[in-house]
């Protein structure tokens, strides 16, 4: 196969690299709302924890994968439906510290 | 709408219809969705930074209403990065056209009168 001029596969594989990198960024929010000393909120950001390491799986072998083969379906929608799962993670804290 | 959600999943499904298009195509796609992803994530960090971040507002309440709305609204975001992703995949294998989708106009819209309805209360707070 000729050289892509495009880069596409390259370009891809980075912006597999920066939405990781936004949901890192997520992750580190959400843990630091969940320093209350609750043991709730310690659950919840064991959940965050355990859905941030599955994205990150999934992503990098997206990302270390990219090629003209087409896209393993699952990481499309596993990604978007962690990142729902995340921010519902988050409206649950906000709603505990109304308490 | 389980159909939609399982034609996600499916790989079989998709990869049924139409015809293997150029990988180039696919791969732009998925970039398209994967910034929109970041757009929603954006959104979800705003409503995170919000909730532990803003001072307690004058109206009772106003700032987990701004975290929980800004949390809502990247999920939102999120959810329909995967379906609009499936759809263009099909139309591409297909080579029709490109769906259609009122969604970027209106999260524009909703995002402008949330930054105006927040100027409005930084203004109240300052004069008041």
């Not at chain 1, 912006?15 to 969940?34: G, S």
């Not at chain 1, 072998?61 to 978007?80: D, F, K, M, N, Q």
């Not at chain 2, 499916?10 to 398209?32: H, I, K, W």
Request: hydrophobic share 55%; proline share 5%; glycine share 8%.
């Amino acid at each position: 196969m000729s050289r892509d001029p495009g880069l596409q596969p390259e370009r891809t594989r980075l912006a597999w690299r920066r939405t990781l990198l936004a949901v890192t960024a997520i992750l580190v929010l959400e843990l630091r709302l969940a320093f209350t000393g609750r043991t709730v909120d310690a659950l919840l950001a064991g959940l965050a924890v355990v859905i941030w390491s599955g994205v990150l799986l999934v992503g990098w072998r997206r990302a270390t994968g990219v090629g003209p083969r087409g896209p393993e379906r699952w990481s499309i929608p596993l990604t978007a439906l962690a990142a729902a799962g995340l921010a519902l993670l988050g409206v649950l804290h906000v709603l505990r510290g109304l308490r | 709408m389980w159909e939609a959600i399982k034609g996600w999943f499916d790989p079989r499904e998709l990869r049924s219809v139409g015809s293997r298009p150029d990988y180039r195509f696919s791969l732009a796609n998925e970039r398209t969705f994967l910034a929109w992803l970041r757009t929603g994530l954006a959104l979800i960090a705003g409503g995170l930074a919000a909730a532990q971040f803003l001072p307690r507002l004058p109206l009772a309440h106003l700032r987990e209403v701004i975290a929980v709305a800004l949390l809502l609204l990247g999920a939102t975001v999120a959810v329909r990065a995967v379906d609009h992703w499936a759809r263009t995949e099909r139309a591409i294998r297909l080579d029709e056209e490109l769906p259609a989708s009122r969604f970027p106009a209106v999260l524009a819209l909703v995002v402008a009168l949330g930054a105006l309805v927040l100027v409005a209360v930084v203004l109240a707070r300052a004069l008041g």
